[in-house]
C-alpha cells in the first residue's frame, strides 16, 4: 500500500531519483553483468492490473478474450528482449492491516455507488477517471497467466516483502509495480508499471540511492523513514503531534511546498541529526503516542528487513522476524501426501486450505460488485471435503442480508442495486463440544459497522453414501474415482440426478449450466428473459474472436444487466473453488470466464431477451446452433418460477 505522498514526492523534489531507462538495455547490461542468468523482472501483479485492463468496456462485466490477448501481448514484448517474468500475487491482508484494508473496500463502496448512479442516469459507461476493475479480474488474471506458460506466486505474506525479498535473492534485474515501498526495501531497482511505455519497453525507475543523497540520509534508515511518515504498521494519526514538532524545528524554505511534501523533509532532517541505534529507537517509542503498543515502530521497521539482511536500529537479539514455512502446516496435517498437494494449493491462492490449516482466509473483493456473500450455501457443500478430513463439518453460511434476500424477491434487486460490495473475512474455526466447528465471517457491505463477525453453526450436506473422502477424491485413479468426482461435485449445486445430461455437453456449457441452475435457485426474481439471455450468451460466445467482440457496439447499458454480469462472473470464482476441492472434475481453464462470458455479448443478449427478441434473433440465426434443437426444461414449484434449467444440446 505504500507510503503516502512518497511518490509524488520524488518526481516533484528528486528528480534525479526517477528517471526514464530503457529496459532493452538494462537487460543486456545485465546478461553481461551476470552471464549465467537471464535477465528477470519480478511484477507485484495486483499493482498491474489496472494498467493491463486495456479494453474499452470494462462496465459490463469484463471483456474477458480482449484481456487474454492483452496479456499475451505484454510477456511476448518482454520474451523478444530476452526479459524473464515472475509474477507474484496477493494472497493474504496481515491481521495488523485489516482495519485500512476494510476502509479502503468501505471507500470503494462509494466508488461503486457512485458509478452505478452514473448507469442509471445516463444508460451508459462512464470515463475511465470512475473506472473499476470488473470483479474478479485478479483472479482469473492469475490464471490467465499460467495458462500463457508464465510463474505465477501467491504470496503466504504480504506481497511487497515477497517480491522484494524474491528479487534481492535472485539477483534480479528489477521489480515492476506501483508501490512507494519498494523504494524502502534494500532490494533491486524499482521501476514503474503506470510510466511503462510497452511499444518502446521504457519506463520511469526510482532510485532509493539518489532519494537518499537528495534527503539526507542512507539506505539503512529509509525503514525508520518509511514508518515515521506513516505507512500500513504505523498509523499517520498517531503522528501528528511528531510531525508538528518536526515542522517547528526545521520549517521549509520552499513557501511553494505543499504540506505533505514540508513534512517529508522535515521527518528525513529530524532522522538524519540522531544516532542510528536501538537505544533512539526505544525512544522514538516513548516520545510517540502509540499507546499500548510500544511496539509498533519496531515492527513498522521490521517489516522492511528482507531474509539475511541487519539494522543498526535493531540489534539481532531484539528481532522477532521469521519467514513463513510450513511448519505450522505440517503441525496440522500429518499425512504428507495431503500436504504437499495442500501447500501446492496455497500458493495458487485457493482460501480451502485455512478450512484443513485453521488459518485466517479472506475475500478480498475487488470489483464492480462482490458477491460472496451470495455463495455461501453452495460453498458450505464442497468445504465440507476438506473439513472431513480433520473430522468436523463446514459451516452453513446464511447471512443475516441473504435470508432477507431469499424472503423477499424485491430484496434482491435493492441489495445489488445499492451495490453492497462485501469482504468475507474468514476466521480459524472454533471447536465447541470438541467435535461441531464455528467459523467467524467479516462481510463489509453498506450499514454493517464491522463491531463483531458472524459465527456460522455448521451443517452435513446430504451425499449418499456420505462424505468422501479427501484422499480418495485427490488421489485415487480409475474411471469408477473420476465418477465420483464428478457427482460430488454436482452434489454442490444439488444436480447428482442431472449427470448424465451433464456429461454430455462441452465442458465449459456443463460447468456454466451447474452455475446458473444454482442462481436460478437461490434468487428467485430472475427472470425467464434473464436465464434466455445467459443461455444464448453461452451458445454464441463460441464463435467469436476477441477482435469480434471488441467491435461490439452497445447502443445503451443497463444497469441490472451489470449486476447480473458481475453474479455470473463472482459465481465463477465458487466453481473453481468447489472443483478443488471434489478432485478436480473438470479442467481449470474450463471454467474461466474468456470461455463462457463477454460484457458486451451479454449486455445485447440481455436488452434484446427483454425487449422480446424471437430465440432466431438471440442465437443470432445461426443455423448450426438452430440445427441442434436447443431446448429447455423448467421445473416449477409453487412459490417460485424458474427453478432449475439443464441445456439439452
Known amino acids: 500500500m505504500g507510503i503516502k505522498g512518497l511518490q509524488g514526492f520524488v518526481a516533484r523534489v528528486c528528480p534525479d531519483a526517477c528517471r526514464m531507462v530503457d529496459l532493452k538495455e538494462m537487460a543486456e547490461k545485465h546478461r553481461i553483468d551476470h552471464p549465467d542468468v537471464m535477465p528477470v523482472i519480478v511484477v507485484d501483479a495486483m499493482s498491474c492490473v489496472r494498467r493491463w485492463y486495456t479494453p474499452e468496456s470494462w462496465v459490463c462485466g469484463g471483456q474477458w478474450r480482449e484481456y487474454l490477448t492483452v496479456l499475451e501481448d505484454f510477456i511476448e514484448t518482454f520474451k523478444a528482449a530476452g526479459i524473464e517474468l515472475v509474477f507474484y500475487f496477493d494472497g493474504v491482508v496481515e491481521e495488523k492491516k485489516r482495519d485500512e484494508?476494510?476502509?479502503?473496500?468501505?471507500?470503494?463502496?462509494?466508488?461503486?455507488?457512485n458509478l452505478f448512479q452514473f448507469?442509471?442516469?445516463?444508460?451508459?459507461?462512464?470515463?475511465?477517471?470512475?473506472?473499476?476493475?470488473?470483479?474478479?479480474?485478479?483472479?482469473?488474471?492469475?490464471?490467465?497467466?499460467?495458462s500463457l506458460g508464465q510463474k505465477t506466486v501467491c504470496t503466504l505474506q504480504e506481497?511487497?516483502?515477497?517480491?522484494?525479498?524474491?528479487?534481492?535473492?535472485?539477483n534480479c534485474m528489477g521489480i515492476l509495480g506501483q508501490d512507494s515501498?519498494?523504494?524502502?526495501?534494500?532490494?533491486?531497482?524499482?521501476?514503474?508499471?503506470?510510466k511503462l511505455c510497452l511499444d518502446r519497453l521504457v519506463t520511469v525507475m526510482y532510485s532509493r540511492e539518489d532519494l537518499c543523497r537528495a534527503l539526507g540520509l542512507s539506505v539503512k534508515h529509509l525503514p525508520l523513514f518509511a514508518c515515521l511518515l506513516g505507512n500500513d504498521v504505523v498509523p499517520e494519526n498517531l503522528l501528528e503531534c511528531f510531525w508538528h514538532k518536526c515542522?517547528?524545528?526545521?520549517?521549509?524554505?520552499?513557501?511553494s511546498y505543499n504540506r505533505r511534501t514540508s513534512i517529508i523533509l522535515a521527518v528525513a532532517n529530524y532522522i538524519s541529526k540522531i544516532p542510528c541505534s536501538y537505544s533512539s529507537l526505544k525512544h522514538l517509542e516513548e516520545m510517540l503516542p502509540l499507546g499500548s503498543d510500544k511496539t509498533l515502530l519496531h515492527r513498522g521497521m521490521e517489516s522492511y528487513l528482507l531474509?539475511?539482511?541487519?539494522?543498526?536500529w535493531i540489534p539481532l537479539d531484539a528481532r522477532n522476524f521469521k519467514m513463513f514455512s510450513g511448519q505450522e502446516e505440517t503441525a496440522m496435517c500429518r499425512d504428507k501426501e495431503i500436504f504437499q498437494v495442500l501447500w501446492l494449493l496455497k500458493l495458487n491462492g485457493h482460501f480451502i486450505?485455512?478450512?484443513?490449516?485453521?488459518?485466517?482466509?479472506?475475500?478480498?473483493?475487488?470489483?464492480?460488485?462482490?458477491?460472496?456473500?451470495l455463495f455461501p450455501p453452495l460453498r458450505e457443500f464442497f468445504v465440507v471435503f476438506f473439513v472431513s478430513f480433520i473430522g468436523s463439518f463446514y459451516c452453513r453460511s446464511m447471512l443475516k442480508e441473504e435470508r432477507r434476500i431469499r424472503a423477499n424477491p424485491y430484496h434482491y434487486y435493492l441489495f445489488y442495486t445499492n451495490v453492497s460490495t462485501c469482504i468475507c473475512h474468514t476466521h480459524p474455526i472454533l471447536f465447541l463440544d470438541g467435535a461441531c466447528p464455528l467459523v467467524k465471517e467479516w462481510f463489509v457491505y453498506c450499514g454493517n459497522p464491522l463491531q463483531q463477525p458472524d459465527l456460522i453453526q455448521p451443517v452435513q450436506p446430504s451425499i449418499p453414501g456420505g462424505t468422501p473422502n479427501l484422499k480418495t477424491l485427490w488421489f485415487a485413479k480409475g474411471p469408477d474415482v473420476e465418477k465420483q468426482r464428478y457427482s460430488t461435485f454436482l452434489a454442490c449445486f444439488h444436480l447428482q440426478d442431472a449427470m448424465e445430461e451433464l456429461q454430455a455437453l462441452e465442458a465449459p456449457v456443463a460447468a456454466f449450466c451447474c452455475l446458473l441452475t444454482y442462481l436460478m435457485l437461490q434468487v428467485s426474481s430472475l427472470s425467464l428473459e434473464d436465464l434466455n439471455a445467459f443461455v444464448a450468451l453461452i451458445l454464441c460466445l463460441k464463435g467469436k474472436s476477441a477482435a469480434e467482440l471488441a467491435s461490439l457496439q452497445l447502443v445503451q447499458v443497463d444497469s441490472r444487466a451489470v449486476h447480473l454480469g458481475a453474479v455470473l462472473v463472482r459465481g465463477l470464482t465458487t466453481l473453481l473453488m468447489a472443483n478443488s476441492a471434489c478432485g478436480f472434475p473438470f479442467s481449470m481453464d474450463d471454467l474461466m470466464p474468456w470461455k463462457v462470458f463477454d460484457g458486451k455479448l451479454f449486455q445485447e443478449k440481455y436488452q434484446k431477451s427483454h425487449q422480446s427478441s424471437s430465440v432466431e434473433e438471440l442465437l443470432e440465426g445461426n443455423s448450426d446452433i438452430l440445427k441442434r434443437k436447443v431446448s429447455s426444461r423448467y421445473f416449477f414449484t409453487e412459490s417460485h418460477h424458474v427453478r432449475c434449467v439443464f441445456l439439452y444440446l
Open 101 to 113: 484494508w476494510i476502509k479502503r473496500r468501505q471507500q470503494n463502496n462509494k466508488e461503486i455507488a
Open 119 to 146: 448507469i442509471k442516469t445516463y444508460r451508459k459507461q462512464p470515463g475511465r477517471e470512475m473506472f473499476v476493475l470488473p470483479s474478479a479480474l485478479p483472479t482469473f488474471t492469475r490464471f490467465a497467466l499460467k
Open 159 to 170: 506481497a511487497d516483502f515477497e517480491v522484494a525479498a524474491y528479487a534481492l535473492q535472485h
Open 181 to 194: 515501498d519498494y523504494l524502502i526495501y534494500n532490494t533491486s531497482p524499482y521501476f514503474s508499471i503506470e
Open 247 to 255: 515542522l517547528v524545528t526545521c520549517p521549509s524554505r520552499n513557501k
Open 307 to 312: 531474509p539475511g539482511q541487519q539494522s543498526p
Open 353 to 373: 486450505v485455512a478450512v484443513i490449516c485453521n488459518h485466517d482466509v479472506r475475500y478480498s473483493c475487488t470489483g464492480i460488485l462482490s458477491l460472496m456473500c
